[in-house]
């Protein structure tokens, strides 16, 4: 997908399915106005018109018949999205209309544009790079707002800003390393060879840092309620909900199959976990929802290991230790048996501690990562970076000539990340998952 076609004039629908006010149809590459002109009859071709203009006219099938009226947006490139000519044809969002509209560009001589054909060629013109391509789509899926604040900040160019410092100080120590091989007599400041990749060095970890928190934000999260039975497990996801979800009752082990619900906590899109209570038990379908819930917490971003605050304390029969834990004393509104400064005091039923508790979880899934710098959002972007760090790790224990290759190989896993030195079926696999239109 990634090269061929390029000169071929791509049309789609850019808006999304269904009935709307108004609807969208792209078209883009070096006939896009040629074809706008037999598509639009306005008081001008669009092909006369300036960049930047729009036209009030109606759009037309091949035969002559009006499809509807509406507008047509005029960009010539290199000064549009894709870098190309471009022509937005916007419509009623009827359906139907749409389609009519789209075949009638096709009948003139566009093709079906592919999944993300236009950010890729946005991206293969040189307006984007392969981070900011991530972004668009980030962007289109953000779910909550912070998901759309680092979409907006990788749109802006920040991550790659913070890519280019880090490159910077590689080439700068790889240029005094050259140097020092090339013109031995000559000398070279040692600041200049050790003082950049130590700033490198640091810069890429605080990156990494932000790996997971941009992961979490754009995917989202899964967080699994662990616990025995009757220690508020559904009381706490309905609290955290604001509504009923989960049937709530006094006897121990009402829920013996798990049960999931939607929330935004945090600024991330959560999806809460309510599981079987944990205990031994001879009930071949209760034991089964117990292998359930150990599996899930296993597979959950984090998990909540709660216990009932009023009742005597029984350590769960199962290993939920770590960072991805976030221990919970329940029913802080009953006489306490028993208490645990590791513990969060919560009562799902007066509401206090969740606060804190809605806290500890924007903590664990989003640690202290700045919130005004871009963070690295895709696998692929931190798979990157980490290459990056090990060869800039491994310069700076290795002797020059040795040092000079890693610092070679580190700057193309820099270049990699946005996509200024990377193979094509990388950049395939970035654009599949786009929609077409976009």
Known sequence: MTRSGLQDTIAAIATAPGSAGVGIVRVSGPHALSVADRVFRGRRAPSRTPGGRFLFGHLL????????????????????????????????????????????????????????????????????????????LNLIEAQTDTARRQATLGLSGALGERVDGVARGVTRTLAAIQALLDYPEEGVPDED??????????????????????????????LALIGRPNAGKSSLLNALLGYERSIVTSIAGTTRDYLEAAVELAGVPVTLVDTAGIRETGDAIEAAGVRQAL??????????????????????????????????????????????????????????????LRGAIQVALLGDTAR????????????????????????????????????????????????????????DAVFRNFCVGK
């Open 61 to 136: 099938d091949a035969s002559g018949e009006v499809l509807d009226e509406g507008l047509c947006l005029i960009f010539k490139g290199p000064r549009s999205y894709t870098g190309e000519d471009v022509a937005e044809l916007q419509t009623h969002g009827s359906p139907a209309v749409l389609a009519r509209v789209l075949q009638a560009t096709l009948d003139c001589g566009a093709r079906p544009a592919r999944p993300g054909e236009f950010t890729l060629r946005a991206y293969l013109s040189g307006r984007l790079d392969l981070a900011q391509a991530e972004a668009v």
């Open 193 to 222: 060879r050790t003082l950049p990749l130590a700033q490198a060095e640091s810069d890429l970890r605080d990156l990494l840092a932000s790996a997971r928190a941009g992961q979490v934000a754009t995917r989202g999260a899964r």
């Open 295 to 356: 599996s899930l917490a296993g597979a959950a971003d984090l998990v909540l290991a709660l216990e009932d605050g009023s009742a005597p304390r029984e350590a769960l029969p199962a290993d939920l230790s770590g960072a991805r834990v976030i221990r919970v004393r329940t029913k802080a509104d009953l006489p306490g048996a028993w208490s645990d400064p590791a513990a969060l005091d919560v009562s799902a039923v007066t509401g206090s501690g969740l606060p804190a």
């Open 372 to 427: 005004g710098e871009a963070w690295l959002t895709t696998e692929r972007q931190a798979d990157a970076a980490r290459r990056a760090l090990a060869h800039i790790q491994a310069a700076r224990t290795l002797p020059d000539d040795l040092a000079g290759y890693e610092l070679e190989e580190a700057l193309r896993a820099l270049a990699e990340l946005t996509g200024r030195d990377v193979q094509e079926d990388v950049v």
